[in-house]
């Protein structure tokens, strides 16, 4: 059982360690000293940060350890306030979480990429540690500016040695070549890569290039830098079947859709192959996908509806289904 | 490696003997139920017939790769009739190739086609609907892709009568060199190279897919070659395969009234007709792979070098995936997942557009005719790896 959202649980910051320039490692627990619901590799938590504002991290602890979750957190000199205020927690703060979601689940496959940019680490630790207890064959690629704003690079390193953890500090060796990284397709490989969007758009042109679906992204939305997009419960008013239902958070327009028995064509399910495309009639839409340009977007006619959603603020989307 | 292998089952079967090829679905039938992987004799090539074993192969790339040509020759021993192209590449010449191809046909470009797509089916649909029968093939089927997908590419009026005779050699080159090849290679080079002009960056015109492909030339991503080859797949890869789409769905459709009637209700449920009759009757039923190395499937032991005929067609009505009615058109079910355009790598770059083709003239047609329905038999078409008709009498009534 998923908590409903909006529900939130009391944490108390255990320990804060700096872990690279400007990042800060948070490790929280429960007040009431309960465990964690389990999570899978990918997933998030909700930061309420103080004066309203909610700020989504990933988790980079381990998933097998419920007694405690960690978030790294970049500091972002314009971040309208996110990451400075998590800056400024210390031992002991008391602060309200969500229960972890997951909008980047790990899918099944024999091989991985992982690629990150900056802190676009986090979520990729805990994908790392379940990709090597299942003894799959996996390579880290992990860009960044410089060692020393690279968080948990070393530790890595010594965990699972270079071969296969990739460390590309800018300072040292230019910017990452993503030709000759992506250069060779692999069978069976699924590429995960988190980082800013800069870097995501050259990886996600690069992709066009091996199988379609191969490529899994989490961005990070730009001026909260180290949170990912959040997953609020909307409704969706079906126009044509002339019915209205609610979407929850862990499920995606496609899914409710179906669930009434309303039939949607689709393919990837993953907001890579376009054939989900549907009319928005009203309402404003939150685009997940790798397939619509920004032109599209902006046109704002269309939306793919097995991973996009409701914009936050607006409670309903009004669709030609 | 598994440890125990088993040799795989031999079959006498011909699949490209005339009355496999003219109703493929028996032969198909004998395929699956002879294992997961078979020997050919017919052919010397191995054969997967089964969903999950149709799927591997095409998602293994590394395994069962393209550079040996789709036909039942290695050309890389013996170089094959035309240089290679997209199709017939792997990682990481394919890479590039994919990529820029990706980044100008894709959902996004691929939508803004509507428009110019759409008049065209209007005037068809409505001079068809005027009629009390038609032949669903040569009055439709091979009427439609050829007025606006060649305007799309961006290649001029002079030597569009040579598209469907090349894309009929090129496919059938997929299958052994027998009297159906001959016959398409009849005049291969006047065909070939009436096609091979229209690629040039200046015989096209500015704004078509092909120039698009050529801009990719500019940026560094391909050679000029490269984009020569590109621009041939689409005019060799785009035309027979998405006439058969129509005329395949159509087909199905004049066989199931009560689905001609639930389309015409709901004109939403066109995508999903053409869906279920791709998966039925798919265009493209077979081609081979190579095997890289030494490797293990279905518990056969494959030796490198050795060719692998792939039948998607099977896979599409292969019952453990497809449940007992796997044989039928059921407009209700969910076709998602048949391999028609293919899986993984290799798949199709040209499915948005095939798919709106056939949606649009579906929905113009559903919408100007109450009911149609055979006419006569329908005249399966000789050939080597696509599965079509070359005439489908039908008769209607006007809406
Ligand atoms: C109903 C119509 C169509 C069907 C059934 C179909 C089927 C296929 C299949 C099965 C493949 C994969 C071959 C392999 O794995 O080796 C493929 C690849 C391809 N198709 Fe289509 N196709 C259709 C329409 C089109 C159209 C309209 C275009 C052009 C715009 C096109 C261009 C291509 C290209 C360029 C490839 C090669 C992709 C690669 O090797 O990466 N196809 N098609
Ligand atoms: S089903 Fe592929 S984008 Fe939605």
């Known amino acids: 059982m998923t908590a409903p959202a909006g529900t939130t649980i009391d944490a108390v910051v255990d320990h804060v360690d700096v872990v690279a320039d400007q990042v800060v490692s948070l490790v929280l627990r429960r007040v009431d000293g309960r465990p964690f619901q389990p999570w899978q590799p990918g997933a998030h938590i909700d930061v309420h940060v103080g004066d309203g504002l909610v700020r989504q991290y990933s988790l980079c602890s381990s998933p097998e350890e419920l007694d405690h979750l960690r978030i790294g957190v970049l500091h972002v000199p314009d971040s309208r306030g996110g990451s400075k205020a998590v800056h400024a927690l210390l031992a002991g703060f008391q602060l309200a979480i969500s229960e972890p979601r997951n909008n980047f689940p790990l899918r099944e496959s024999r091989r991985y990429l992982f690629l990150a940019g900056g802190i676009g680490i986090t979520p990729l630790m805990p994908m790392i540690e379940a990709a090597e207890r299942a003894g799959k064959e996996w390579t880290l690629i992990y860009g960044g500016r410089s060692r020393g704003t690279m968080a948990f690079a070393r530790q890595l390193e010594d965990r699972y040695g270079t071969d296969r953890i990739r460390i590309f500090a800018e300072d040292e060796v230019g910017r990452l070549d993503l030709d000759s990284i992506l250069g060779m397709p692999r069978a069976h490989m699924l590429v995960y890569a988190c980082g800013p969007g800069g870097l995501l758009n050259a990886v996600e042109e690069r992709c066009m ?32 079947t002339g019915s209205t239902i609610a979407v929850p958070n862990d499920k995606t327009i496609l899914e409710a859709v179906e669930g009434i028995g309303v039939r949607v064509l689709s393919s990837c399910r993953g907001g890579l192959c376009g054939t989900c495309e549907t009319r928005i009639i009203s309402g404003e839409p939150e685009h997940r996908d790798a397939v619509l340009t920004e032109e599209d977007r902006e046109a704002g006619g269309i939306m793919l509806v097995c991973v996009s959603r409701a914009a936050a603020g607006c409670p309903r989307l009004v669709l030609d289904l | 490696m598994t440890a125990t292998t088993h040799e795989a089952n031999v079959l006498g079967d011909d699949p490209f003997a005339t009355e496999n090829l003219l109703d493929p679905y028996p032969f198909l039938g004998r395929l699956r139920e002879a294992g997961a992987v078979s020997y050919l004799e017919s052919t010397g090539s191995y054969a997967v017939a089964g969903y999950e074993e149709v799927y591997e192969v095409l998602t293994d790339f590394e395994t069962y790769i393209s550079s040996g040509g789709l036909g039942p020759r290695d050309i890389r021993k013996d170089s094959g009739w035309r240089p290679p192209s997209i199709l017939e590449s792997d990682p990481p010449i394919h890479t590039v190739m994919r990529r820029a191809l990706t980044g100008v046909i894709n959902p996004g470009t691929v939508r803004a086609l509507r428009q110019p797509f759409t008049p065209p089916a209007v005037e068809l649909a409505e001079q068809l609907a005027r009629r009390d029968r038609f ?199 969910n076709a998602s997942g048949h391999v028609a355009f293919g899986m993984g790598l290799h798949q199709c770059v040209g499915q948005p557009i095939a798919r709106l083709e056939m949606e649009i003239i579906l929905q113009q047609l559903a919408e100007r005719v109450a009911a149609i329905e055979p006419d006569g038999a329908p005249v399966p078409i000789l050939h080597n790896v696509l599965r079509g008709f070359e005439s489908l009498p039908v008769r209607i009534t006007g809406a």
């Not at chain 1, 091996?210 to 079906?238: I, M, Q």
């Not at chain 2, 997929?174 to 070939?192: L, R, S, V």
């Not at chain 2, 494959?302 to 796997?326: C, H, I, Q, S, T």
Request: glycine share 8%; net charge negative; proline share 5%.
């Open chain 1, 209 to 240: 290039g091996w199988p379609p679906g191969v490529l899994h992204t989490e961005r990070f939305v730009a001026s909260t830098l180290g949170a990912a997009a959040a997953n609020a419960p909307f409704e969706v008013e079906l126009a044509r």
């Open chain 2, 135 to 333: 032949d669903a093939v040569t009055d439709l089927a091979e009427k439609y892709p050829l007025r606006v997908f060649p305007d799309a590419v961006g290649i001029s009026d002079g030597g569009r009568e040579h598209l469907l005779p090349y894309g009929n050699m090129v496919f059938n080159a997929f299958g052994p060199e027998n009297y159906i090849f001959k016959q398409a290679f009849a005049q291969e080079d006047e065909h070939a190279a009436a096609v091979m002009r229209n690629c040039q960056r200046e015989n096209l015109d500015d704004t078509g897919f092909g120039a698009q492909i050529w801009d990719r030339v500019n940026e560094g991503i391909i050679t000029e070659q490269q984009a020569t080859l590109l621009v041939r797949a689409l005019l060799s890869a785009g035309v027979d395969t998405t006439i058969f789409g129509i005329g395949n769905t159509l087909s199905v459709l004049v066989r199931h009234p009560q689905a001609w009637a639930r389309l015409r209700e709901n004109p939403k449920l066109a995508k999903f007709a053409v869906d279920e009759s791709l998966r039925l009757e798919s265009p493209f039923q077979k081609f081979h792979r190579t095997v890289a190395v030494d490797t293990v499937l279905g518990g056969v032991h494959l030796p490198a070098g050795a060719k692998v005929l792939v039948f998607l067609g099977a896979a599409n009505r292969d019952p453990r995936k497809w449940g007992d009615n796997a044989d039928e058109f059921d407009l209700d079910r």
